[in-house]
């Protein structure tokens, strides 16, 4: 097998996270990816509305803490962001329901979205208005080449089948000075040391694991060069812990979140707190 990113043949096999679906790992460009990919079928089924569920996010009602909470952690990134770019257009690629754009419109960017699901993007125009979002995928989106100041693309390189056509596309919709933000599961943090093939961010959905080395690759490919990185901060509260762990059951720590929220004060369950999960934010440039 060819490594799905650098081409290598130093390719190993490093557990299977199904019975027919394989995380393989690069050892020269250090990448990980799943082979096969889940279909396009098996992949609208997931990204379905019960996928949502688990963001607390159902029908048309945003769970007030989740929104609060996904807010806080998109307000750490714009503090990334406005050490190169402080004003000007914003394009969040995969931008869901829009919750970073709210957050990058009242730090007073303009804001625009691109969206693969009908539903989540469907609220997405409700808030932004229908020519500032696109439902659909980024190579058929109708925005000017070269118009944005910031790209933003949050736990999505993850998810596409070709992350350097997705990125190289992302390219061409940049303004030469503008920037392109990145934040993805990094396969070399310590909590991937730390829990192995238990690592949370080990999914079916996620058809790639990269770090810095795999990142600086795939920007090298589309003529861009990385000119910050960090370990990327989420904010979390109690009570989005609680929604996502009712999903996705933890023997240990759904009984534990689930007693933590019966017994702490509402203003305690919804209080954010930072912590460090396992992901990497990298800001590019052009070259
Ligand atoms: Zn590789």
Same mark, same amino acid.
């Given at each position: 097998?060819?490594?799905?990113?650098?081409?290598?043949?130093?390719?190993?096999?490093?557990?299977?996270?199904?019975?027919?679906?394989?995380?393989?790992?690069?050892?020269?460009?250090?990448?990980?990816?799943?082979?096969?990919?889940?279909?396009?079928?098996?992949?609208?089924?997931?990204?379905?509305?019960?996928?949502?569920?688990?963001?607390?996010?159902?029908?048309?009602?945003?769970?007030?803490?989740?929104?609060?909470?996904?807010?806080?952690?998109?307000?750490?990134?714009?503090?990334?962001?406005?050490?190169?770019?402080?004003? %000007? =257009?914003?394009? @969040?690629?995969?931008? &869901?329901? #829009?919750? *970073?754009?709210?957050?990058?419109?009242?730090?007073?960017? /303009?804001?625009?979205?691109?969206?693969?699901?009908?539903?989540?993007?469907?609220?997405?125009?409700?808030?932004?208005?229908?020519?500032?979002?696109?439902? %659909? =995928?980024?190579? @058929?989106?109708?925005? &000017?080449? #070269?118009? *944005?100041?910031?790209?933003?693309?949050?736990?999505?390189? /993850?998810?596409?089948?070709?992350?350097?056509?997705?990125?190289?596309?992302?390219?061409?919709?940049?303004?030469?000075?503008?920037?392109?933000?990145?934040?993805?599961?990094?396969?070399?943090?310590?909590?991937?040391?730390?829990?192995?093939?238990?690592?949370?961010?080990?999914?079916?959905?996620?058809?790639?694991?990269?770090?810095?080395?795999?990142?600086?690759?795939?920007?090298?490919?589309?003529?861009?060069?990385?000119?910050?990185?960090?370990?990327?901060?989420?904010?979390?509260?109690?009570?989005?812990?609680?929604?996502?762990?009712?999903?996705?059951?933890?023997?240990?720590?759904?009984?534990?979140?689930?007693?933590?929220?019966?017994?702490?004060?509402?203003?305690?369950t919804r209080k954010n707190f930072h912590i460090g999960i396992g992901e990497i934010t990298v800001v590019m440039k052009k070259n």
């Amino acid at each position: 097998m060819n490594c799905k990113i650098c081409g290598s043949t130093a390719v190993s096999h490093k557990f299977n996270l199904t019975e027919k679906l394989g995380i393989y790992s690069c050892v020269e460009c250090n990448v990980e990816f799943m082979d096969p990919q889940l279909s396009d079928a098996e992949i609208t089924e997931l990204y379905s509305e019960q996928y949502y569920k688990s963001w607390g996010i159902s029908g048309e009602s945003e769970n007030e803490s989740s929104k609060q909470m996904k807010i806080a952690t998109f307000l750490l990134r714009l503090e990334t962001i406005k050490n190169y770019i402080t004003k %000007g =257009k914003v394009l @969040d690629i995969g931008c &869901a329901t #829009g919750f *970073f754009l709210e957050a990058a419109q009242s730090s007073g960017f /303009e804001p625009y979205g691109i969206e693969l699901s009908e539903y989540s993007s469907s609220i997405a125009k409700k808030k932004f208005g229908n020519d500032s979002v696109f439902n %659909g =995928k980024l190579e @058929d989106c109708r925005f &000017a080449d #070269g118009m *944005f100041n910031v790209i933003s693309m949050f736990d999505l390189i /993850e998810h596409v089948r070709v992350p350097r056509e997705t990125l190289a596309h992302a390219g061409k919709l940049l303004d030469k000075n503008g920037i392109i933000i990145i934040t993805t599961p990094d396969c070399k943090s310590t909590s991937n040391k730390r829990m192995g093939k238990k690592w949370t961010h080990y999914k079916k959905e996620h058809f790639y694991y990269f770090d810095l080395e795999s990142l600086k690759y795939i920007a090298r490919q589309c003529n861009m060069n990385i000119i910050y990185h960090e370990s990327s901060k989420k904010a979390l509260n109690i009570d989005y812990l609680h929604t996502q762990l009712n999903v996705y059951k933890h023997w240990f720590m759904t009984p534990v979140i689930n007693i933590l929220r019966f017994v702490l004060p509402k203003s305690l369950t919804r209080k954010n707190f930072h912590i460090g999960i396992g992901e990497i934010t990298v800001v590019m440039k052009k070259n």
